[in-house]
């Protein structure tokens, strides 16, 4: 699948492919039908549990590493896992250390511990949406109109 994907996109590897959690949903990967609507996906997302994941974290990794391997990814990484997540991760895959991690991290959500702990493991944070939730903090605003920018620049520079 993720041979094909690249031809569709026309580039010959990816820089880096995340495992989404929660990942399992029991539906043909090209059947888009379960992504119509919010309850269409929640109805066939809800196989995703604690014992789904540590029953299928493993081979789906051994997956991924193949990837990287076969060249068709530079690097792999998580979305949305937390320190559990990752510490299971580590434990059923010989301390496998995700490239990256992608969590819903902003202005306003700091996610400060989970970050430590990513940055104390060597996990580059990646963030979600960090400019697209509005409206934006107080402070936020307030700095941006001191310095003449926008709160979008404010912010990207606070991620940096």
């Not at 081979?59 to 391997?69: C, F, P, R």
């Not at 510490?87 to 970050?115: M, R, T, W, Y």
Request: hydrophobic share 45%.
């Amino acid at each position: 699948r993720v041979a094909a994907m690249l031809l569709k996109l026309g580039i010959e590897r990816a820089g880096v492919l995340l495992m989404h959690w929660p990942g399992l949903c029991d539906w043909d990967p090209v059947d888009m039908a379960p992504l119509a609507t919010p309850a269409a996906f929640q109805e066939k997302a809800d196989v995703s549990t604690w014992e789904v994941f540590c029953n299928n974290i493993a081979a789906g990794w051994t997956n991924m590493v193949k990837l990287k391997e076969e060249g068709l990814v530079d690097e792999i990484g998580t979305s949305n896992f937390y320190a559990h997540h990752l510490d299971e991760l580590a434990k059923q895959c010989d301390g496998a250390v995700p490239f990256a991690n992608e969590i819903f991290v902003d202005a306003s959500n700091q996610e400060h511990e989970l970050v430590t702990t990513m940055q104390a493991r060597s996990i580059h944070v990646l963030a979600y949406r960090p400019i697209i939730y509005k409206p934006f903090p107080d402070v936020v605003s307030d700095i941006a109109e001191r310095l003449h920018t926008s709160p979008q620049n404010v912010i990207l520079g606070w991620l940096l």
